[in-house]
């Protein structure tokens, strides 16, 4: 079984920062992609920053400039550094990770339950 579990998210506001934190725990051989999405209320999840297992990120323009995301692979974590943020950033928050498990020669898609944040004005 695999978990992934999220961190950090918070009432903060606008202008401030935030450090969300993802762990990933369980039979796990390795972890090749690992993001973060975001689902705001009546809107689609859309993805807000993806970084591979040798360190390529890759953020929507929307975010661009202001969310850093990083990855420690000994620890199977992933953050996201969210700096000057703005009310329309208020979403739930969620860790994304594709990995082999121990024993599969399969990937697997796994998401963790999502943190919520919120940034008032």
């Known amino acids: 079984q695999v978990q992934l579990v999220e961190s950090g998210g918070g009432l903060v506001q606008a202008g401030r920062s935030l450090r969300l934190s993802c762990v990933a725990s369980g039979s796990i051989f390795s972890i090749n992609a690992m993001s973060w999405y975001r689902q705001a209320p009546g809107k689609q999840r859309e993805l807000v920053a993806d970084?591979?297992?040798?360190?390529?990120?890759n953020y929507p323009d929307s975010v661009k400039g202001r969310f850093s995301i990083s990855r420690d692979n000994a620890k199977n974590t992933v953050y996201l550094q969210m700096n000057s943020l703005v009310p329309e950033d208020t979403a739930v928050y969620y860790c994304?990770?594709?990995?082999?498990?121990?024993?599969?020669?399969?990937?697997?898609?796994?998401w963790g339950q999502g943190t919520q944040v919120t940034v008032s004005s």
């Open positions: 970084i591979t297992s040798g360190g390529t990120t």
């Open positions: 994304y990770a594709n990995l082999r498990r121990i024993g599969s020669s399969r990937n697997y898609a796994y």
